[in-house]
């Protein structure tokens, strides 16, 4: 036996080390049916971590990412049931980055259900209504948005007021209902396109989104294992937050923790036309291997910090789509 093949014996060639590197070469996620063809092929998380070794990715500190996704994970499970219950006869737009894994969940659980990832940072909707892009239009035909001729959409974002939602509400609007600001024009035009929210925070009067469900589960935060970068970032769990606070102190910590996980790319930030068509364009944001790292000084204080890192967010991405698979 040669040199070469004994070291091919003991350390056996990535089977899938050439798909992986394809994923993380492109410039936006994987589809969740991408992945779970994977996954039903035998690919594991270590596979996915040896793959971005092989292009030089430093392998990310993950011990408290994963031990937060696996806070949230029965919660993220039992929303993909909620909506499919209570919005199934519609199409679901998840608003990326932030939805990103509840998108995925529901993909897996609901194949018949109708949903698509809709890019949702807000300075995107911002771009395409301040520049009126003439990119625009062809964009908004590649998703089928309209708030005149679509009334079967509905927006799901993590939280808490809906302001991505009214963003793209404006931004489709092409008859400045937003801009006369008429209080009952804008409710009957967001009648068309309504936004969910993981978690709703504040008055009705003062948001645009209402929450998809009240989980009622405070007694399970009770001890200091959930969520542990979300409690890096506020206090841990306290009896009578829910009074004191004015909101499910449940799915709010399930949509702080959906937004700190790590994300395939930057937040979206203009239109471009390529190969594949008119697509938002995420903005340039450096890797971060510390991905278990959040403190108050991110931005956002630390309850949206924008955590790059598309190898740490394949991973995730994997646990997500293999415990939907196991689901459904």
């Known amino acids: 036996m040669t040199e070469r093949q004994s070291h091919h014996e003991i350390e056996p060639q990535n089977p899938f080390r050439a798909e992986i590197i394809g994923f993380l070469d492109r410039p936006y996620r994987p589809l969740p049916q991408e992945m779970a063809a994977l996954i039903e092929r035998g690919l594991s998380a270590d596979h996915i971590l040896d793959a971005g070794e092989a292009m030089g990715l430093e392998r990310p500190h993950m011990e408290d990412t994963l031990l937060e996704l696996e806070s949230g994970l029965p919660h993220i499970l039992a929303l993909a ?44 909707w911002e771009w395409i209504r301040d520049t009126q892009s003439p990119l625009a239009p062809e964009f908004f035909a590649r998703y089928n948005l309209s708030l005149y001729d679509e009334p079967s959409s509905v927006l799901i974002d993590t939280g808490f007021q809906g302001t991505a939602g009214y963003w793209i509400w404006t931004a489709l609007d ?84 959906l937004q700190i996980m790590p994300h395939f790319h930057g ?62």
């Open 81 to 124: 049931d909620y909506l499919a219950e209570l919005y199934g006869d519609k199409r679901l737009l998840f608003l990326a980055r932030d939805a990103e894994l509840m998108a995925d969940a529901y993909a897996i659980t609901h194949p018949d259900k109708q949903s698509q990832l809709l890019p949702g940072s807000i300075r995107l």
């Open 174 to 257: 092409t008859r400045n209902v937003y801009r006369s600001g008429d209080p009952a024009e804008i409710k009957a035009l967001a009648s068309h396109m309504p936004i969910k929210l993981i978690s709703a925070i504040g008055q009705p009067q003062l948001r645009w989104g209402e929450q998809i469900v009240d989980f009622n589960s405070d007694d399970i935060l009770q001890g200091h294992t959930m969520f542990p970068k979300v409690q890096s970032v506020i206090r841990p769990y306290f009896e009578g937050e829910r009074d004191y606070y004015s909101r499910d102190p449940l799915a709010y910590r399930l949509a702080m923790s």
């Open 267 to 328: 937040a979206f930030e203009r239109l471009e036309r390529t190969d594949q068509g008119v697509v938002a364009v995420p903005r340039e944001e450096a890797i971060r291997s510390d991905i278990d790292h959040i403190s108050r000084s991110d931005e956002g204080e630390g309850r949206n910090a924008s955590i790059v890192n598309p190898l740490a967010a394949l991973v995730v991405q994997h646990r997500v789509i293999q415990a939907s698979m196991a689901r459904h």
